[in-house]
């Protein structure tokens, strides 16, 4: 299967037991690289594993990783870019589904550049329930603190600049919809 820019795909979140945890419709894509893809949407449904849904508020770009062990979205709001961060295994698409396993650890950065690290008992429960395996632990870990010096360094995508690119990009795309 030929991806190309403009394409759509829907999102599954899956927990290391297998089991899917979230689901989200329509995603565009708005780049394709060797080790990451952008893709965009706006205003999407989410749903839960346990039956809640809700739609997103806004636009977000995302950036999921090959060979990275996370993802990042950035939340296009009225007061600035806000930042999630999951940490996460590399993503695979099948059946025009991006799918990755999310590993609880989440990283928050706010519009003024301030950051918190999210749900470490959320990390601690699954990682005893789920027997996560030592190599991921470590993975974990390492991947949390390269995302965290990305995020001070304000390297891509933590750049206004990155964000405003795709944002085009993705203006673009809807518009021709």
Known sequence: MKLKVG??????CYKH???IYESSRVAYI?????????????????????GRAWYTKGSAIMFF???????IIAQLKDNGIFYYCNIASPYIIDNHILKYIDYDLDLRVFNDGAFKILDRNEYN???????YPKDINYIIK????????????????????????????????????
């Open 7 to 12: 394409d759509t795909l829907v999102i599954h």
């Open 17 to 19: 037991n297998g089991v």
């Open 30 to 50: 708005l780049d394709i690289k060797d080790d990451y893809i952008v893709l965009g949407d706006e205003n999407v449904l989410i749903t839960k594993q346990d």
């Open 65 to 71: 990783y090959k060979r990275r062990w996370f993802n």
């Open 125 to 131: 429960y699954h990682k005893r329930i789920m027997n």
């Open 142 to 177: 390492e991947e949390l603190s390269s995302l965290i010096e990305m995020k001070k360094a304000s390297v891509f995508p933590f750049n206004k600049e990155s964000i405003e690119y795709y944002c085009d990009i993705f203006k673009k795309i809807k518009d021709k919809r």
